[in-house]
């Protein structure tokens, strides 16, 4: 599989920055013809280890569905955590997928029946979803976490996140 290449330096920078799945420019990934999203589950669609699901976000599946876009969830969580959002959404998914190893993803984008470059990975952390996702050659999405509240063993990370981010908000994204 071929992906775009990103340059060693620009590995934990995602291609776009957004406050939530619900600020993804849809009009805009269908123009640089992305046709299949893989999606983290904790703090970007559920608060962290909650199935709940608000009625925004699952309105924005409907909406992302019933444009043609594929859907896969993707995450390091065990099955039994992962089945029920799935379940809910209508999508499938992948558990115990050790983001930010590259072989989760690719198989993501195998189930949806996708090409690489057809192919946004949306996430909350930069160290598991945006260094996987660029790693596998696919265009990336950060999004800020739904709630702070976390596994504990997440902290080393946003600590280390921090620094990423405020560079990135300076170089890239000077509005954020
Ligand atoms: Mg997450």
């Given at each position: ?9 620009g590995i934990l920078y ?112 930069i160290?598991?979803?945006v260094l ?32 990423v ?12």
């Amino acid at each position: 599989m071929s992906g775009q290449t990103k340059s060693k330096s620009g590995i934990l920078y995602p291609d776009m920055y957004v406050d939530s799945l619900l600020d993804i420019p849809l009009d805009e990934l269908q123009g640089k013809n992305i046709k299949a999203f893989i999606l983290d589950l904790d703090n970007t669609i559920t608060e962290w280890n909650s199935n709940y699901i608000r009625e925004e976000i699952a309105a924005w599946f409907k909406t992302i569905l019933d444009q043609g876009f594929k859907a896969c969830i993707l995450s390091n969580n065990g099955q039994q955590r992962v089945v029920q959002v799935a379940q809910s959404l209508g999508i499938p998914f992948i558990s115990r997928a050790k983001k930010p190893r590259r072989g989760a993803f690719r198989r993501a984008v195998e189930l949806m029946g996708v090409q690489p470059e057809e192919t946004a990975v949306i996430g909350d952390q930069i160290f598991t979803d945006v260094l996987g996702g660029n790693r596998a050659g696919l265009f990336t999405i950060l999004v800020v976490p739904i709630a702070r509240r976390e596994f504990v063993g997440t902290k080393f990370s946003r600590a280390m996140e921090y620094f990423v981010l405020r560079r990135l908000r300076k170089d890239r994204f000077p509005t954020k």
